[in-house]
């Protein structure tokens, strides 16, 4: 087995001596064109908690995003997740008094799991899980340039019908009703979050976290108990509402020579749509 980060993450990403076309390996979202801040930079302020751990009566990281996780657990509080926009988490950073162990400090830990890319039947590579994994648990970050929203549709338009389309797009209501759109690109610098597959039925769901920066981190969490061996995968519309859904879409459209690049889906779940999820917001 080979260590696709090389040493970058906590622990080794695996696999099987499998060829893989070249991208630069990064744990964390870089900046990339158009995009104003440097996610490495520390763009927000800390609490002045000196406890062990905050509680969200006095801490101010807490109330301002409103605690995400069980904190005797540091596992996500799914209910959070139900509703159609993503409201947003704010963990513990270098500027907070609290301590390492703080239970508010979850996705800044980084890959704690021991993850495999493997080749698919159907759908080239994926990754699936060496270990059992409880509902609610940390499982990666879908890292990569952090782009504008002029550039995510510059670089979705010049994709082939050949190519994945990688780019994420996040929503987030940034109060006052007005809305914010994150746009993340693993294709060139990115994660082993980028060998995610899409499933109608994932196994995970995408939650913006941010820890020291304005830029959120895409972070994706268990959604059920995950059993060994198993594939792990994600809805790429996110969840967060402003997706089309299949149907908006024919397939005569999709075909169409200069049209957005429709992609088959065969996630074999029940509830399948056929496709994978297109943001067409990029391209309108
Ligand atoms: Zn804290
Ligand atoms: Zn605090
Ligand atoms: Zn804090």
């Known amino acids: 087995m080979v260590d696709l980060s090389d040493g970058l993450e906590d622990v080794p990403v695996l696999h099987k001596d499998l060829k893989i076309p070249t991208f630069k390996y990064c744990p964390d979202n870089v900046q990339g064109p158009g995009c104003g801040v440097d996610p490495s930079e520390v763009t927000l302020p800390g609490c002045s908690c000196v406890s062990r751990s905050c509680c ?6 807490l109330q301002t995003g ?6 005797a657990s540091a596992l996500l509080d799914l209910n959070r997740t139900d509703s159609d926009y993503s409201s947003p988490v704010f963990e513990c950073n ?3 008094g609290c301590s390492d162990t703080c ?9 704690q799991l021991r993850l495999e890319i493997f080749r698919t039947s159907s759908r080239g590579c994926g990754v699936r899980t060496l270990q059992q994994i409880p ?3 940390f499982v990666c970050e879908y890292a990569g340039e952090v782009v504008s929203f002029a550039e995510a549709r510059r670089r979705q338009l010049n994709q082939s019908a050949e190519e994945n389309n990688y780019i994420i797009a996040v929503m987030e209501h940034a109060g006052s009703g007005s809305v914010t759109k994150t746009f993340v690109d693993p294709t060139r610098v990115g994660n082993v979050g980028r060998f995610l597959n899409h499933s109608c039925q994932p196994n995970l ?22 059993r060994t061996e198993e594939e792990l995968t994600f809805d790429y519309s996110g969840g967060c509402g402003e997706q089309q859904p299949a149907e908006a879409m024919t397939v005569a459209e999709a075909n169409r020579p200069n049209g957005p ?3 088959p889906c065969s996630c ?3 509830n399948c749509t056929g496709f994978l999820p297109l943001d067409l917001s990029i391209l309108s």
């Open 56 to 61: 969200p009566e006095s801490c101010s990281c």
């Open 66 to 71: 409103g605690p995400a996780y069980l904190s």
């Open 94 to 96: 270098a500027l907070c």
């Open 103 to 111: 239970s508010n400090r979850v996705v800044q830990k980084g890959l």
């Open 135 to 137: 509902r609610g648990t």
């Open 205 to 226: 769901v995408m939650v913006p976290v941010r820890v020291h920066s304005v830029v959120p981190r895409l972070a994706l969490f268990a959604s059920r108990d995950i």
């Open 261 to 263: 690049q429709r992609k």
């Open 268 to 270: 074999g779940a029940n």
